[in-house]
């Protein structure tokens, strides 16, 4: 009987324990410091996406001259969810192919749980920060928020570069006219490290500065001292006529040679490394997003005690926000590969965040699931077949139950694909997500205004193609039938389409959006609520 007490006693208590600290939707749940919650296999994480936000895929790098910056966005939840995590990555999108970024970046974070608020300090293990190699992908721990559908919150990305040193605090430039052959005019300067043969990146001042500019009244020179950097066993000069046009003026081969005279001597040449990060999403500085430029050096601005500015800027931020989904036996998130129809191009009036193009898969999805864009203008089926070159994207689609892929219509058009051709491109990229254990549809394609007579024989025989489900994928989602006047007439619906009579207008995305019955699943139809989480 004492043994039999002794259970009860237990089970009274976690049952007392459970019912005084619930964990509900907008409440933090009471958990430890967050630097010490385990990680849930923090490099690999499969949990769903549970927030939305255009665009997740990094389209470039950034240029700017500071050694780091932080930057402000806004995101929705887009279901009720907890225990969030931020995905961060270092590869960006070049000429149709994901990239390493060129250097390993140093990034920290923290969520405003809604924008305004003192922001939650994320972290990667014990640290606050993580470093990404190039071409990496690091999940964070999960935070202790909560949210509830629809829940707008802010997120504070800080990245730096990992091999910089304030050795440019005390640089001078002395011009000294009357020796020398240097034109007179403004010049600019950058001075980067190396490290043991590498060349690991730029000296800054404590502004986070790169670029020192200094002005010749006539011909001469100028005279260029800096500061030691600690581990710096050379440097690198580079000149040039404006902010981040400099290219490589000379070199020393020690790390405590601190002077160079430049006097007209030698004409600079080859183009300066980017030590940059990558970034693609675009901030709306009406709405309160922006960036901070790093100054004063070492300032954290993820903790809230500082504001950052409202700006227009491009940012790196998360590409994949996920978490734990409350209150549904079948989680799930989107993401949908394609070319600009499918990024949303000049669709732009239902944005809530200004700026962002949205799209037809935007407008039905936000508030609803949680999604991934992973689509770029002028991409084609061709060039996502070829799994090498788009690494990168496949490494973000852990977590993603469902896949729409709207390729095509680039193919057919400027890369001159047969339908033949096309077909076999989507099998290839259909057998790829499906050995990821994706569910895979694929949209029809819309009728075209600059197709010649072929281009548009090959769009009908690749609709046909998709209905009848050769491929044997999940199903298709019937756009065209939409926007065309009668199934394969190849007449656009007047009014729906930009003056380029390729992208849908606002008007013909939210067409779409609104249709019933375009989802085809094994004969039957069904709304988009067919992808909601239930």
């Known amino acids: 009987m004492r043994h039999l007490g002794f259970v009860i006693l237990v089970i009274l208590i ?10 509900t939707a907008g409440q933090l749940p009471r958990v430890l ?14 949990l769903p996406i549970v927030a939305n936000r255009n665009n997740s895929l990094y389209a ?61 300090l994320c972290y990667f293990g014990g640290s606050r920060s993580v470093t990404i190699a190039p071409g990496g992908t690091v999940t964070s721990n999960p935070i202790p928020i909560a949210f509830v559908a629809g829940t707008q919150f802010a997120i504070r990305t800080r990245v730096q570069h990992l091999s910089t040193d304030v050795f440019l605090a005390g640089m001078t430039g002395t011009p000294v006219t009357g020796t020398g052959t240097l034109a007179a005019g403004t010049y600019w300067y950058r001075i980067s490290q190396i490290v043991n043969g590498v060349e690991t990146g730029f000296g800054f001042d404590s502004n986070c500065t790169y670029d020192h500019s200094y002005q ?10 800096w500061s030691q950097s600690a581990n710096a066993t050379g440097y690198r000069i580079y000149r040039g006529s404006a902010s981040t046009t400099e290219t490589l003026l000379a070199s020393i081969g020690n790390g405590v040679t601190l002077t160079y005279t430049d006097d007209g001597s030698v004409t600079p040449s080859g183009a300066q490394p980017n030590f940059g990060w990558p970034t693609g999403l675009a901030t709306n500085s009406s709405l309160g997003e922006g960036k901070n430029n790093g100054y004063p050096f070492g300032r954290d601005y993820t903790t809230g005690a500082f504001s950052i500015p409202s700006n227009n800027s491009v940012a790196y931020s998360p590409t ?25 191009s000049l669709d732009s009036t239902s944005s809530p965040y200004g700026n962002d193009q949205n799209g037809y898969l935007y407008r039905v999805f936000t508030g609803h699931v949680g999604t991934l864009n992973l689509t770029k203008g002028g991409t084609t089926a061709l060039t996502q077949a ?28 400027g890369s001159g694909r047969t339908a033949t051709q096309l077909e076999a491109d989507l099998q290839t990229i259909y057998a790829e997500l499906k050995a990821h254990g994706i569910r895979v549809f694929q949209a029809t394609l819309l009728p075209r205004g600059d197709y010649n007579f072929s281009q548009e024989g090959y769009r009908v025989a690749v609709n046909t193609w998709i209905r009848s489900n ?37 008007v013909g995305h939210a067409a779409i959006a609104a249709a019933r019955g375009l989802v085809k699943v094994s004969g039957s139809s069904y709304d988009w609520s067919y992808f909601y989480p239930n």
């Open 320 to 344: 994949a926000i996920r978490g734990r989904v409350m209150g549904t036996t079948r989680p799930r998130s989107m993401a949908w590969i394609g070319d600009s129809i499918a990024y949303g």
């Open 14 to 23: 976690c049952r007392l324990g459970i019912a005084q600290n619930p964990i």
């Open 216 to 225: 010749l009244s006539a011909t001469g020179q100028i005279v260029l001292n």
């Open 470 to 506: 050769v491929a044997s994928i999940d199903g298709y989602i019937e756009v065209a039938n939409v926007l065309e006047v009668g199934q394969n007439t190849s007449v656009q619906l007047d009014g729906n389409f930009n003056l380029d009579l390729v992208h849908p207008n606002a």
């Open 386 to 413: 070829l799994y090498s070159n788009h690494w990168g994207r496949y490494l973000e689609l852990r977590g993603i139950t469902d896949v729409i892929c709207e390729f095509g219509t680039n193919d057919l058009g």
């Open 60 to 120: 470039g790098q950034n240029l700017d001259a500071y050694c780091e910056q932080t930057y402000r966005t806004f995101h929705t939840a887009a279901v009720n969810c907890a225990d969030i995590q931020l995905t961060f990555s270092n590869f960006f999108e070049s000429s149709s192919t994901d990239t390493l970024g060129t250097c390993s970046i140093v990034v920290s974070c923290s969520i405003e749980p809604t924008i305004g608020t003192t922001p939650i």
């Open 33 to 46: 410091d967050p630097r010490y919650v385990p990680t849930i296999n923090s490099t690999t994480s499969a």
